[in-house]
């Protein structure tokens, strides 16, 4: 590469970081428009230890038609429909667990009204499908579906009435006592009512037998998403294996979660520039180089922790940024290593770089794949907080592989230009007695140790 491009490549280069730190920490009034942007770093979503949120304790009863009659797996049936529809809901975050031995205390951050809890899970209430127009849900009767022969429920979009509404999947019980009722809805009055709790029962037009274990309901009331939805969550309210009873509610403070952000940040801030000094004082401009590398990490971190929906940022989570920290600063320093082994031992800088890579790509590859592998099983079986450091850890993982066998790379490889014979500036040291190895002969060496080889 002549001196010329890689002047080039390192303008742009700067250019484009610059930008990309200016976007990650300022905020500023978008010209000629209304739109205020607030810097990556403000647009991340916080978890409730860092942002405050509600906490609420509900009370546990088996419902007439829970399928149990064993409480204990009743709760543990809630607790699995509650994190499927916070998860779905964005609220990655959000904690659901049990108390007692029969209560339910779920967590949501970014919350400070109760009601927006209710409205995200619903207001609990028993679930009853029958054409029955006088339905008693206290004293259930005759053919109809419970809330517990529900398997699934979400909002989707028909392409050919071009309408949103509501996808309503069964058990296998619950698709044959379906299948019976709209059976006899289309012979009769053709109408199906869904008793939720105390409201009024809806009601539903069916003009056929339903036999597919799954229906879309839409129009009267549907007419866009949001209504969608909330007809979704009023019939997934009535799907709990449990009856629930609020029992305690609650604001939860961000001061606590704010100061151990803001302390973080400064700890992880004075770490950076201490770990970058370091680097620079013990491999010159090699170190330089490995510190520029951690700085577009850095950016794109902030980027994707804010460009990925489901990601929420917890204590936890800020544990897995700092361990993948470590892991992009380790494949920086083994790199620089194997560099300075290669030129130790004769060979000229340029080869000792293709060496230095060659060598350490394999050890960074598989210790990172090794954490990768750990993260996703943690992700899997873990619970909500185990959850948040998995995927911050993931991400962060995978940005220091990008940074220090992409970047580090290209960044070195545009740097040899002009320091090809200045091994000072790279503090490159070999013994005075070592003979200084030219390409030709390193490529002679290598063919009969395969080891060591060197691609020119």
Do not use: H
Not at 170 to 183: A, H
Request: proline letters at 2%; aromatic letters at 10%; one cysteine or more.
């Amino acid at each position: 590469m002549t001196k010329k491009r890689a002047r080039v490549g390192f303008i742009l280069l700067s250019i484009f970081t610059v930008i990309g730190i200016l976007l990650s920490v300022c905020s500023f009034k978008i010209p000629f428009t209304d739109y205020v942007y607030n810097g990556f770093a403000n647009s991340i979503s916080l978890g409730l230890d860092l942002s405050g949120g509600i906490s609420a304790v509900y009370d546990c009863s088996l419902s007439k038609d829970s399928g149990t009659k064993d409480l204990s797996s009743a709760v543990d049936g809630t607790i699995t429909r509650l994190e499927t529809i916070l998860y779905g809901e964005g609220y990655s975050e959000a904690t659901v667990s049990r108390q007692g031995g029969n209560k339910i205390r779920i967590e949501v951050p970014n919350l400070t009204d109760s009601q927006d809890l209710f409205n995200l899970i619903g207001k609990p209430a028993s679930l009853y499908i029958s054409t029955n127009s006088e339905f008693n849900v206290n004293n259930p009767s005759g053919d109809y579906v419970s809330g517990n022969d529900i398997d699934n429920v979400y909002v989707s979009y028909n392409s050919q009435d071009s309408c949103y509404g509501v996808v309503l999947k069964f058990t296998e019980t619950g698709s044959d006592q379906f299948s019976k009722i709209t059976k006899a809805a289309a012979e009769g009055e053709k109408t199906l009512y869904i008793n939720i709790g105390d409201e009024e029962a809806l009601k539903v037009t069916c003009e056929q037998q339903m036999t597919q274990g799954s229906t879309f309901v839409y129009g009267g009331s549907i007419q866009d998403y949001d209504s969608a939805k909330e007809y979704s969550m009023m019939i997934m309210s009535g799907t709990f294996s449990a009856s629930l009873e609020l029992v305690e509610c609650s604001v939860v403070s961000a001061t606590l979660g704010k100061n151990a952000l803001l302390y973080g940040i400064i700890a992880g801030a004075v770490a950076m520039a201490l770990v970058m000094l370091i680097m620079w004082w013990r491999y010159g401009r090699l170190g330089l180089l490995a510190d520029f590398s951690l700085v577009i990490y850095m950016v794109l971190m902030m980027f994707f922790l804010q460009a990925i929906p489901f990601i929420q940022l917890t204590l936890p989570g800020i544990a897995g940024i700092i361990l993948s920290i470590g892991m992009a600063v380790d494949g920086n320093i083994i790199i620089l290593e194997r560099i300075r082994e290669e030129y130790a031992t004769g060979k000229k800088i340029p080869l000792a770089v293709k060496g230095g890579f060659k060598k350490a790509f394999w050890p960074i590859f598989d210790s990172n794949i090794t954490t990768i592998l750990t993260s996703i099983i943690l992700y899997i079986l873990g619970t909500a907080s185990i959850k948040g450091f998995a995927l911050t850890l993931l991400l962060g993982i995978l940005l220091s592989m990008f940074s220090t066998l992409v970047m580090t790379r290209i960044l070195v490889k545009w740097a040899l230009p002009f320091n090809a014979n200045k091994p000072d500036k790279f503090k490159l040291k070999r013994k005075k007695n070592i003979v200084e190895i030219s390409e030709n002969e390193d490529n002679n060496d290598s063919s009969n140790n395969p080891e060591i080889v060197v691609e020119g």
